[in-house]
């Protein structure tokens, strides 16, 4: 991996303090303006670029609760979603959540039975399961979400998956899937993370489970009905099923991330257990416009790049493309080089190959 260059991304007082910007997990770029999201809130974060053309920072942070756009599943609105994965199209900004179940960790302080127990501990949490739709306009010349557009006539207003579609209760007599339901993510259990949209297609990106090697995108058909255009429902494909399975050969990896480049995907790959490493960028071609569920392998899918990594920190989580040959990538538990004494955090510009 070769840095082409680095950003600041210059966080508020209040996102150091929940500590989103040591717990990235992803990023879209869209115009000056950078979506970020950390897996610790219920929120999405926008930063804006210091110049238009060659940023060297992204700052004046604006705080979005998603409560105040959907009903979210969970009692606590506050609870964390766990967003995994951001995606920007047309009049709306996309938003993931892991939809994961998680083990608890055994921390220091614990020892003897009191650690085991702590391992054997499952829990999920409701605001996880979310696929949010926001409608997006123009203030005072920065991309911000909405409740409500109306763009040529037709009202789009912020919208969600409904308790109907949930992904999890979609997912229960999946002959792959399903009996990874009630693992953990990092046990390679269910766990989203990354989201890509392209016209009316969306791709969700798992990081597990992987499957003697294989690993799985889930492409969804959203939409809205007139009478309800806060509830997203699923369109079913020829097999009658409300979603469709691809499954890559990314060298036994998990999908991290994905992106759009035309009418291809960039897919972020890293460990589905909890290890470091090796972290790779693939490239799956022409993957927009695929029309059958696929198997991605040979000259469907190439490697673009190996990316370092460090022992417990610097964990690629997100990237975007930035014009048309580099990338942006943001880490989760960054290392100590890139926190700045003003809380902002160093992103890396990779140039594509």
């Known amino acids: 991996m070769t840095v082409d260059d680095t950003v600041r991304l ?33 929120t999405i974060e926008r930063l804006l670029a210091d110049d238009a053309e060659r940023p060297a920072e992204f700052g004046q942070e604006t705080r979005f609760r998603l409560a105040d756009f959907v009903d979210l599943p969970g009692a606590d609105a506050d609870e964390e979603a766990d967003v995994e994965g951001l995606a920007r199209t047309g009049h709306f900004l996309w938003a993931i959540g892991s939809h994961s179940l998680r083990r608890k960790q055994i921390k220091d302080r614990h020892d003897g039975p009191k650690a085991l127990r702590r391992l054997a501990r499952i829990e999920g949490q409701d605001n996880r399961q979310i696929l949010v739709r926001l409608p997006v306009t123009d203030v005072d010349g920065v991309p911000t979400p909405v409740r409500e557009i109306t763009v040529d006539g037709v009202r789009h207003r912020a919208a969600a998956l409904s308790a109907r579609d949930d992904l999890r209760r979609l997912l229960r007599d999946d002959e792959h899937l399903a009996p990874f339901l009630p693992i953990p993510g990092k046990d390679n259990g269910l766990d989203i993370e990354g989201i890509a949209v392209r016209e009316d297609r969306v791709f969700l990106g798992l990081r597990g489970p992987v499957l003697r090697g294989w690993a799985f995108v889930l492409e969804l058909r959203p939409y809205v009905l007139a009478d309800e255009p806060g509830r997203l429902r699923l369109h ?9 399975k691809h499954v890559l050969d990314l060298d036994g990896l998990g999908v991290r991330d994905l992106c759009p480049a ?11 257990m909890d290890l470091d490493g090796p972290v790779r960028i693939y490239r799956w071609h022409d993957a927009c416009v695929a029309e059958i569920p696929t198997i991605v392998r040979h000259h469907l899918i190439s490697r673009v790049m190996e990316l370092t990594y460090g022992e417990g920190d610097d964990h690629a989580e997100g990237l ?34």
């Not at 897919?267 to 589905?272: E, F, Q």
């Not at 014009?323 to 594509?352: F, H, M, N, Q």
């Open 236 to 244: 079913r494909f020829e097999d009658g099923l409300p979603y469709r």
């Open 262 to 272: 035309g009418n291809d995907l960039l897919v972020l790959a890293g460990p589905t």
């Open 320 to 353: 975007s493309l930035m014009g048309t040959d580099r990338v942006l990538v943001v880490y989760d538990s960054p290392a100590a080089v890139r926190l700045e004494p003003d809380g902002a955090v160093i992103a890396d510009v990779l140039k594509l190959p």
């Open 10 to 42: 210059r966080f508020s007082d209040e996102s150091q303090a929940a500590a989103t910007h040591t717990n990235l997990s992803a990023v879209r770029l869209d115009g000056r303006a950078l979506w970020i999201a950390g897996d610790e809130t219920a």
